[in-house]
């Protein structure tokens, strides 16, 4: 379903559709599930952006030939999910665009970002050299003590903050960071530039409740759920290159897996490495 005119200095008109009898021909889909499908999919498809203005419930429910309150619901969903805003004297806003990560490819944010042809930006809020506690040595195979930069960025999607990202590099694998602008470029990119070949990662996904810093820069509650995931990204032999902690809003994220039955079937498995 398209969308006429531009939303951004005016309401987004939702394309008239031979409304109730176009929505019944789904049998046992509520008609307010239909409706909120039909909105998040022009979010999606980039045919809402980020800042349009929705038409009202009352102009929603006659297009779709609807009730307002089941208008209404449909809407509800999509502004609890963090998608819409009701603004109070200005109307329905559409105010963040889902990202889905693909799991089975190894990508940074900006990568995946912009092949789904949104607008990915960051804002660097801190980057200092630190000693490595025997935790991250680890994690990263230095000695303890070792220097290590850590990288703290906001991520944003069409100026929208959506994750926290705090990245952990040994200074003596990439000193060449410490002369770059890390505001706005992908950290895989600048590795390889330095002939640093990504190579493979492992990742560790969670549900956690925001700290009050968390929240302030998300844009949450304190409290409440984050998408939390920490990855460590290999080079060659099998060299950590870094180690990254993650704080996401839930809503703006869909995670895609590949999944095999028989695990000789999958071409993306490495063998013996723990």
């Known amino acids: 379903m398209a969308v006429c005119g531009s939303g951004s200095t005016g309401t987004t008109r939702l394309k008239r559709i031979d409304t109730v009898t176009e929505l019944s021909r789904i049998k046992g889909i509520p008609l307010y599930v239909q409706i909120r499908e039909a909105i998040r999919e022009q979010i999606e498809r980039g045919e809402l952006h980020v800042g349009d203005k929705l038409p009202s419930e009352e102009e929603l429910a006659e297009q779709f030939g609807v009730s307002r309150m089941t208008a209404r619901r449909g809407l509800d969903d999509l502004v609890q999910e963090g998608l819409l805003q009701r603004k109070h004297g200005v109307g329905t806003l559409v105010v963040s665009r889902r990202i889905t990560r693909n799991y089975t490819r190894l ?25 490595a506690s025997a935790d991250l040595a680890s994690r990263l195979m230095v000695e303890p003590g070792a220097p290590v930069m850590r990288i703290t960025r906001l991520r944003l999607l069409g100026g929208e903050p959506i994750a926290l990202h705090v990245a952990h590099v040994a200074r003596d694998l990439c000193p060449a960071l410490l002369n770059e602008d890390l505001e706005d470029q ?6 390889e530039s330095h002939g640093l070949k990504i190579v493979w990662a492992r990742q560790r996904i969670e549900a956690r409740a925001a700290t009050g810093e968390q929240a302030r820069y998300l844009g949450l509650k304190p409290g409440a759920p984050v998408l939390y995931s920490e990855r460590t990204t290999y080079t060659t032999n099998n060299t950590p290159i870094e180690w990254v902690q993650a704080y996401a809003s839930g809503a703006p994220y869909a995670i895609e897996v590949t999944l095999f039955r028989d695990e000789s079937a999958s071409p993306n498995i490495i063998a013996g490495v723990e």
């Open 186 to 191: 992908s950290l895989y990119r600048l590795y």
């Open 107 to 131: 990508t940074s944010f900006y990568e995946q970002a912009a092949e789904e042809g949104l607008e990915p930006s960051s804002k660097l809020l801190d980057f200092s050299v630190v000693q």
